[in-house]
């Protein structure tokens, strides 16, 4: 696990901002697409994650979500939506 002093508050090396950054808000809640979680896994790895790990995490944060999160798929991307509040707690 990297570490330097701007990310001691966070160990995975992930800037908030730049996650924050590519986040769409729509009035279902928060959007991720496949795109935005694989920069977050490259930036924490340091290498490109496969499909099938961008995939596993995306059936992760629904499951975790539970009502409050929905995967879907629009325009051939797929994404997962947040409810806001959701993502506040």
Do not use: W, Y
Request: proline share 4%; with cysteine.
């Amino acid at each position: 696990m990297r570490q330097c002093s701007s990310f001691v508050d966070n160990p995975v090396g992930v800037r908030p901002n730049s996650v924050t950054a590519s986040v769409k808000h729509t009035p279902a809640g928060l959007v991720l697409d496949s795109q935005t979680i694989a920069k977050v896994i490259t930036a924490a790895e340091g290498l490109k994650p496969h499909t099938q790990t961008v995939a596993r995490v995306m059936n992760f944060l629904e499951k975790l979500g539970k009502d409050d999160v929905e995967q879907t798929k629009r325009r051939g991307k797929k994404l997962v939506v947040v409810d806001e509040e959701a993502a506040d707690r």
